[in-house]
């Protein structure tokens, strides 16, 4: 269990690199109720996060996932498959970076999110981790490291549980920013947020880089 959980680690740190839904976060911590809507939005994440590592785990479940069986090349192809669009994905961060002295501007969708009710808040949540397009495959990805650990029901509940959290736990830190400091969180939050808007494209696109390669060196090991 614990290699399994070893393995997806740097999976679930760079699904939880996600610039927009902090960013979003940030904004509606700063508008009127931004605690709760805050929370909100973070388990929104949170929950669609489990819910796509534990289905990419039930596909993989009972499948021959051993050295010399033909599934275990399907693993290296889906492996090596995952890793190429990650690497393409970096790229595309690249691409999209903030050109010389260009200003930066938040996200369209972003508009108008600080008037949403909880319960909006909440879905708004699940949708920015389903949209977000490097999240289905790092969550395919930690399904199959957990489906072809072979490991019980409950362990492989509790490693994809580790994902869910691991992948989840640095859009926390402008929450609990904001609950610890309170009045003086909110130029913290402001700095936070002009620094994603300037930088989170080349941290994303290191990021992908390398777990892309890692992908791609996995899925090499089965032929």
């Given at each position: 269990m614990l290699d399994a959980f070893g393995e997806m680690i740097p999976l679930a740190v760079a699904s939880g690199l996600a610039v927009g839904p902090m960013i979003a976060i940030i904004a509606l911590l700063g508008s009127k109720g931004g605690g709760a809507k805050g929370v909100a939005i973070w388990l929104g994440w949170f929950v669609t996060q489990t819910g796509l590592v534990l289905a990419a785990v039930a596909v993989g479940s009972g499948r021959d996932f051993s050295e010399n069986s033909d599934p275990s090349r399907v693993v290296g192809i889906i492996l090596l498959v995952l890793g190429a669009g990650i690497l393409w994905l970096g790229t595309q961060q690249w691409r999209s970076r903030p050109k010389g002295d260009a200003e930066p501007?938040?996200?369209?969708?972003?508009?108008g999110l600080d008037a949403f009710s909880l319960r909006k808040t909440f879905l708004t949540?699940?949708?920015?981790?389903?949209a977000n397009?490097?999240?289905?495959?790092m969550a395919v990805g930690a399904g199959t490291i957990i489906a072809r650990a072979d490991l019980g029901m409950g362990s492989a509940l509790l490693v994809a549980l580790g994902f869910a959290i691991l992948s989840s736990v640095l859009l926390a830190v402008p929450i609990v920013i904001y609950f610890a400091l309170g009045d003086r969180a909110q130029p913290m939050l402001d700095a936070m947020r002009l620094w994603l808007r300037h930088n989170g494209n080349i941290v994303m696109t290191v990021v992908l880089v390398i777990i892309g390669a890692l992908l791609v060196g996995e899925g090499l090991k089965a032929f």
């Open positions: 501007e938040d996200p369209a969708w972003l508009r949540g699940l949708v920015l981790s389903v397009s490097k999240n289905l495959p």
